[in-house]
């Protein structure tokens, strides 16, 4: 463990200073990192305790880790104090609000105790009714503090999860070698997590894994959902089945064909995750049809890269207006950044709609209709192709989890009135839910890297040219089924943390 020596700046009088220059990095409520000067006492207050006045803000306070440093201000370190009057030890939350406190809490004293916490005493503190409030700071606290705000020593940071996208051949070779499937006891399985984990991942990185071996009942999906979390409740209910029906308000509730597509996209929040279980199945038809919409994306960008920008700047208007419920939004197709690093898709043309005949306007300064309509055809061309076109016939006892923000989904005609059924149970999972598992994910050591995340325009390159990448090897060179898995990641050099720390 490094033993920490702790500077905290105070005015202090009539010391003579040692100027020397220290690299600062910033937290909450502090300057940018840059190069700063402090004057430097040499009496000591404490254990490893040390008095430093910051030259240009006198209000900040400096720990100094040898190596690396903090700067950041009194208010933030009072605010973050978790002792059991300021945090609520049953429901560990705070019982006093930011702006309760003064705009710059002065300190009456400051201790290092023998256990490695930094003691401090702050004065004039009128939060609770007291003259004087006592904050205690533990090792594990201004480590993680440490760590998280300087670049050098920073703790290892997970990376985004390294995005396999698939075409019909690729996919059933992933599921013919188990690597997308996973059967209901493992899934379940809540003393042994490994295969549940693996399956999990294999969900992060393809947007798609089936279960087998799943009890028959209405109940169960609700089960396979809560592993990942709680499920997302909208108007269709926590849960909700899929039959055919007269007179459906939903066009999934029919025995006609269903196009490839994603559900609600005119909801807010869209769902993240939807799950398929499977009660009857006997009908002629009725197969289930996936497409991997960020292949069908990368796909389009290397063949029509007009076509892909207007389906990234360019947007259709979702809705459902059925009463009681009227719901309307507005999103591009494909949603990436400037740098064409695809977040997720939106493509649902059964909900498509137009709010008005002046949103598609024509001019110089505007587009049409038909601009939107011929870069859509091309990308429906890609997604509903055969090759990229996976087709599977759920039966009874099997499910399916996949990811509504960038697999689509569809559906065969089936014969409704011929003595068969056909009956699925479904749930949706929210981005926040899903999310919160997935960075409980046991990572590898390929999986972390000492670099700024999630958000580093740097790697966000570097991934998207990974994934065009692939693409050129996929078609180019085919795979065999049997050399057909789930890479490892490749941890980004050092190379690509020092151009992130130069931008």
């Not at 999860?161 to 070698?177: E, I």
């Not at 960008?301 to 809705?319: I, M, S």
């Amino acid at each position: 463990m490094i033993r920490p020596l702790i500077r905290l700046s105070v005015r202090v009088a009539r010391l003579r200073p040692v100027v020397r220059a220290v690299r600062t990095v910033s937290t909450s409520f502090s300057h940018p990192p840059k190069i700063q000067e402090y004057s430097q006492p040499l009496p000591k207050l404490g254990k490893d305790l040390v008095v430093i006045p910051v030259i240009d803000d006198p209000g900040m306070v400096v720990l100094d880790f040898q190596p690396g440093t903090i700067r950041t201000s009194r208010l933030w370190l009072r605010d973050v104090c978790r002792c059991p009057k300021c945090v609520d030890p049953h429901s560990g939350q705070k019982n006093f609000s930011t702006v309760d406190l003064p705009d710059d809490p002065k300190m009456r004293s400051t201790e290092l105790l023998e256990d490695g916490s930094l003691k401090v005493v702050w004065e004039n503190d009128h939060v609770f009714g007291e003259d004087f409030h006592e904050s205690i700071y533990t090792r594990a606290e201004y480590e993680k503090w440490r760590e998280e705000s300087d670049k050098q020593n920073r703790q290892k940071e997970r990376l985004p999860t390294q995005r396999k996208h698939w075409n019909k051949a690729t996919y059933n070779a992933l599921l013919k070698n188990g690597v997308t499937k996973i059967s209901y006891k493992d899934w379940t399985n809540t003393t042994d997590r490994a295969a549940f984990w693996r399956a999990f991942e294999a969900l992060s990185q393809t947007g798609l894994v089936f279960l087998t071996g799943v009890p028959h009942g209405e109940q169960e999906v609700e089960r396979i959902g809560n592993q990942i979390g709680m499920l997302q409740h909208t108007f269709y209910g926590k849960t909700w089945d899929v039959k055919s029906k007269p007179e459906a308000e939903n066009v999934a509730y029919t025995s006609q064909f269903l196009g490839l597509h994603q559900d609600l996209m005119y909801h807010d929040p869209i769902p993240r995750l939807q799950l398929l279980h499977c009660l009857q199945n006997s009908c002629e038809g009725g197969e289930s049809l996936f497409s991997d919409g960020l292949r069908a994306a990368l796909q389009l960008r290397k063949a029509d890269r007009e076509a892909f920008d207007t389906l990234t700047k360019r947007a259709w208007f979702f809705g459902y207006d059925k009463a009681p419920h009227h719901y309307q939004q507005k999103h591009s197709v494909i949603e990436a950044g400037y740098d064409t690093y695809i977040n997720c898709l939106h493509w649902a043309p059964p909900f498509q709609t137009h709010f008005g005949r002046g949103l598609f306007r024509t001019g110089p300064k505007s587009y049409s209709l038909l601009d939107l309509k011929r870069a859509s055809s091309k990308f429906e061309k890609i997604l509903s192709s055969e090759e990229n076109t996976l087709e599977v016939k759920l039966n009874p006892g099997e499910a399916v989890i996949f990811d509504n923000w960038r697999v689509l989904h569809g559906r065969r005609e089936f014969a409704a009135g011929s003595g068969g059924s056909r009956w699925l149970k479904g749930a949706y999972i929210t981005h926040q839910v899903f999310k919160a598992l997935d960075e409980r994910r046991p990572r590898s050591e390929n999986d972390t890297c000492r670099f700024p995340m999630p958000d580093s325009p740097v790697l966000r390159r570097h991934l998207i040219s990974e994934e065009m990448r692939q693409l050129d090897r996929d078609e180019q060179h085919p795979p065999k089924p049997e050399d057909v898995r789930l890479e490892p990641w490749h941890t980004p050099g050092d190379e690509l943390q020092k151009s992130d720390e130069g931008m």
